[in-house]
């Protein structure tokens, strides 16, 4: 589904669309978050199909889709611990929905390879989720930088999408951002670029530490003023 000129998702092209409805929720590469209501009202309008909301993102910032579950059997939720919870490379990640929709991702599990989680992540998992405190403040750092680099990249002229995940996705007009992604790599400095005409301009920069972003600007403007 083609997203819309701002790279918004529009709802209405998902109600009663039918088929398996997947939504990144924040969305990557934007950044850009629909509501829970936006979300209801796609969920609420295919009965016959399974939604599945990819909120790998939620927790940097968006309305997490949850407390939906209890009133949609056609709703599954899934997260991860690779970004909000730091836990990257450990490959773990779950998912919510009412008891009929998770017998059916356990049945397939048991018929391929029921041991997808080793012990030693699972502990790691368990540990995480007694430390919420630990990741919630992460991600407040995490978003108090992502507004200070919003602030800091439209100051110097870049259009910058409303994010509400660990990343932006930003443009200079009249800058070619593919020559931007090469000149900061030739500074140690990694941002992503996609070919993708749409999106040709753009990067898709992940928020670091306060530290790391300083280290971006002066790069940035190194090559901007060069
Ligand atoms: C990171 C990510 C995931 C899950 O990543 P894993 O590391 O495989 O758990 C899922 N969806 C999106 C959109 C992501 O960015």
């Given at each position: 589904?083609?997203l819309?000129?701002?790279f918004?998702?529009?709802?209405?092209?998902?109600?009663?669309?039918?088929?398996?409805?997947?939504?990144?929720?924040?969305?990557?590469p934007?950044?850009?978050?629909l509501t829970?209501?936006?979300v209801?009202?796609?969920?609420?309008?295919n009965?016959?199909s399974?939604v599945?909301i990819?909120?790998?993102?939620?927790?940097?910032g968006?309305?997490s889709c949850?407390p939906?579950?209890?009133?949609?059997e056609?709703?599954?939720?899934?997260?991860?611990?690779?970004?909000?919870?730091?836990?990257?490379?450990?490959?773990?990640?779950?998912?919510?929905?009412?008891p009929?929709?998770?017998?059916?991702l356990?049945k397939i599990?048991?018929?391929?390879?029921?041991y997808?989680?080793?012990?030693?992540?699972?502990?790691?998992?368990?540990?995480?989720l007694?430390?919420?405190?630990?990741?919630?403040?992460?991600?407040?750092?995490?978003i108090?930088?992502?507004?200070?680099?919003?602030k800091?990249?439209?100051?110097?002229?870049?259009?910058?999408?409303?994010?509400?995940?660990?990343?932006?996705?930003?443009?200079?007009?009249?800058?070619?951002?593919g020559?931007?992604y090469?000149e900061?790599?030739?500074?140690?400095v990694?941002?992503r670029?996609?070919?993708?005409?749409?999106?040709?301009d753009?990067?898709?920069?992940?928020i670091?530490?306060?530290?790391e972003?300083?280290v971006l600007?002066?790069?940035?403007?190194?090559?901007?003023e060069?």
């Amino acid at each position: 589904m083609p997203l819309k000129d701002d790279f918004s998702i529009d709802p209405a092209d998902y109600e009663r669309a039918g088929g398996f409805i997947a939504i990144a929720n924040p969305n990557a590469p934007t950044g850009m978050a629909l509501t829970r209501d936006q979300v209801e009202k796609i969920v609420a309008s295919n009965p016959d199909s399974v939604v599945l909301i990819d909120e790998a993102y939620v927790d940097f910032g968006a309305e997490s889709c949850v407390p939906l579950v209890e009133k949609y059997e056609n709703l599954l939720v899934v997260m991860t611990f690779s970004k909000s919870r730091g836990l990257a490379g450990a490959r773990l990640g779950f998912a919510i929905a009412q008891p009929g929709l998770i017998a059916d991702l356990e049945k397939i599990k048991y018929s391929t390879n029921p041991y997808s989680v080793n012990r030693m992540t699972l502990a790691a998992g368990i540990a995480s989720l007694a430390r919420d405190d630990y990741n919630a403040d992460n991600c407040r750092r995490v978003i108090a930088t992502r507004e200070a680099s919003v602030k800091r990249l439209r100051e110097m002229g870049f259009e910058v999408l409303p994010s509400q995940a660990n990343f932006v996705f930003a443009r200079k007009p009249g800058t070619d951002g593919g020559f931007l992604y090469r000149e900061l790599k030739k500074r140690s400095v990694l941002v992503r670029h996609f070919d993708n005409p749409r999106i040709a301009d753009f990067l898709r920069i992940t928020i670091g530490t306060d530290e790391e972003m300083d280290v971006l600007f002066l790069k940035l403007r190194e090559i901007l003023e060069s």
